[in-house]
Structures are given as structure tokens and as C-alpha cells.
């Protein structure tokens, strides 16, 4: 199992999550998809979003285009980027909850949409349409997003992120061993690959 | 030709200090290794260090030590580190000044023995005596960090830094497009490969 931490507005979260399952696919792993809220991590490391930081703003926004060029996927930044995640990451969690194995295809519905169409994350009823085609209600899964316990989960993942040292998004861990960025993934896959160094 | 700009404090820009004059050659390309101050990029973004940011300091101690092991190369942080690179940064740009074709290798120099026998680089004489096996004058170059046309030297690479958008280290330049990261370089290759994209 590899574990694929993200915050869903994180766009470097995006290329990976186009990505993570034919990684883990080709060692023979499972994805275990883990979104949590980055801010929480930026209160205990001082640093800002990449949108918020003079001169890495520019070059992430430059970095991103070339990326998607690359790799021949849509890439277009929603209007108020970044938004943000909580109500996508509280749904995320509902659908968890109903359905353990749709939740990584649920996620990357809305990362695809974020990134494309320009889906507004902030919008319950807007992120649980979404559920719809995995067969899932997007009434329940909107109502989720409101209810205790599920706030509860999202928060969790939240703090169990910062205690176990993630700071950033994409983050990987695999066999306990942290893997932190999307340009990591090559070194993630070499890991698997000879079993660690 | 690659610019490769860096502080001479940063542990990724040792690892990219082993690989980039290969990489270059394997395109056809030269090195302009250009060191910098860190600390004035920081200013403009509001980033503090690795070794002093939470969390960040732990994953980082952690992965410069696997990547060590991965590449079979020596990594043993120097007591007080990271020390401020400012002199071997002027001692750099008086060998460049006296004999452009060695300073690659002075930097070079000055990366292998800060991250195995803990090169003390705040010394101008300790830094200096790295020239000798160039074919310089340790005594000269060590004069060299006082004098005022170096400083202003240094001073400028890290101003142009800033004005060219770099806030990290380390990071390349290949035909005006920025590359950040260690972990970036086979991305600059995947580049230098295609011709861009």
C-alpha cells in the first residue's frame, strides 16, 4: 500500500494524482488516497501556499503549464485559485465512509474537474455531483459535508499529517518512508523498485 | 551552456554540484557554476532555511542521507551548519576572476570538502587552500575576499539572483528556462532531450 497525501488545491497534487495509481499499479500496490488541509501543516513550518509567495508564484504557474504540456493533460487555474479544500476534503471522507473503493476515484473526479472545468470546491452540492456516476447519492454525500463526525475525520487526517511530519502536497509514504513532491515520484518508484536503499 | 546557481551552504546543491557537469556534457553543454546567497532570495519570499524550518528539517536530514546512500557519495553535515557561505562565495568569484576554466572545479572543491571533512567556509585561508591544486595562489585568493570589487561581485550574483526570479537552490537556467531543484535534473535533461516542449 502507498499513501498519497494531498490537499486538493494543490495543483503539483494534481499531476500526481494523474499518476499515483500506475505507480503503485506496476509494484503492485494499492493507493491509499489521504486528502487533509495543507494549512494546518503551514501553521507549524511558517511557510505560505506557492500562490501566495512572491517568485514562486511565478515559477510554480510557469512550471505547471510545462508540466501539463508535457505530459498532454488539461491544466487550467479555477477563477480565486486556490480554494479552499475543506468541503472537498470533508466529502471526500463521506464517500470514504459509504464506499472505501471509490473514494480514490472520487478524488480524482475532482481533481480533474478542478482542473479543467473549474469546479468550485466550496460548493458541497458542486463536489458531491460528482458521486453520482460511482453510483453513490450526492444528497447524502452533500449532507455529509455538514455532518460532526465527519468533520471530525477530516480534521484528524489534518493532525495526523503535521504528527507525522508531512508538510507538503503531493506526499507519499511507502513502507513508512516519506516521499515529499510530485517530481519525487521518480524516486518513490526506484525505491519500490530495489526495495529501499 | 547550463547556469547552475546555488548556495554553497545547501546540501541539494552539493548533490546537483556532483551530476550537473555530467549532465552538461552528455548535451553537449558547459557549466557556468554561479554561487549565491540564499539568504537574499529569502528575504523577497519570506522562506526561511531547511535546517530551521520544522518539520522541513527533519525530512530533509533524513533525505540527503538516503540520497547519499543511493549514490554512494560521502554526506556528514559540518558542526554549525549550514555556515554562511559568503566567503567561499567571494572566494569563488576571485578564482573565476584570475582563471575562469578552474572555478567549476574550486566549487566543486569547496562542496566535497564542506560535506566530508567539514571545510570550515567561513575561513578565507581554509577555503583558499583548495586553489592550490589548481595552480593558484591560496594567499591571493584569500586577500581576494576582502577586496571590494569581489564583494561587489557576490553582491551582484545574488542581486541578479532575486531579479531573475531565483529563490532556491539549487537551480538551473538551460536556454533562459528555470529549472528548480536537485530533484528537477532529469527534468532539465527530459528538456535538454527534446529541445523543450
Given at each position: 500500500m502507498i499513501e498519497f497525501w494531498f490537499d486538493f488545491s494543490s495543483a503539483y497534487a494534481y499531476f500526481a494524482a494523474l499518476e499515483i495509481e500506475a505507480v503503485a499499479a506496476r509494484h503492485g500496490r494499492s493507493v491509499r488516497w489521504r486528502p487533509y488541509m495543507l494549512g494546518t501543516a503551514f501553521k507549524v513550518t511558517g511557510a505560505r501556499g506557492l500562490s501566495s509567495t512572491p517568485l514562486k508564484k511565478e515559477y510554480a504557474n510557469h512550471d505547471w503549464r510545462r508540466l501539463a504540456r508535457r505530459k498532454g493533460v488539461p491544466f487550467q487555474l479555477p477563477e480565486?485559485?486556490?480554494?479552499?479544500?475543506l468541503t472537498a476534503t470533508r466529502a471526500f471522507y463521506k464517500v470514504e465512509a459509504l464506499a472505501p473503493d471509490q473514494a480514490g476515484r472520487f478524488a480524482r473526479s475532482i481533481f480533474d474537474r478542478y482542473y479543467?472545468?473549474?469546479?468550485?470546491?466550496?460548493?458541497p452540492d458542486a463536489v458531491a455531483a460528482l458521486a453520482a456516476p460511482l453510483g453513490l447519492d450526492p444528497v447524502e454525500i452533500a449532507a455529509g459535508c455538514a455532518e460532526a463526525a465527519i468533520k471530525d475525520l477530516a480534521r484528524a487526517a489534518s493532525e495526523e499529517a503535521v504528527a507525522r511530519g508531512i508538510f507538503g502536497s503531493p506526499w507519499f509514504f511507502a513502507d513508512g518512508e516519506p516521499f515529499w513532491g510530485h517530481d519525487r515520484l521518480p524516486m518513490l518508484e526506484d525505491w519500490l523498485q530495489r526495495g529501499g536503499w
Open positions: 480565486g485559485h486556490p480554494l479552499v479544500a479543467s472545468t473549474g469546479l468550485d470546491t466550496t460548493r
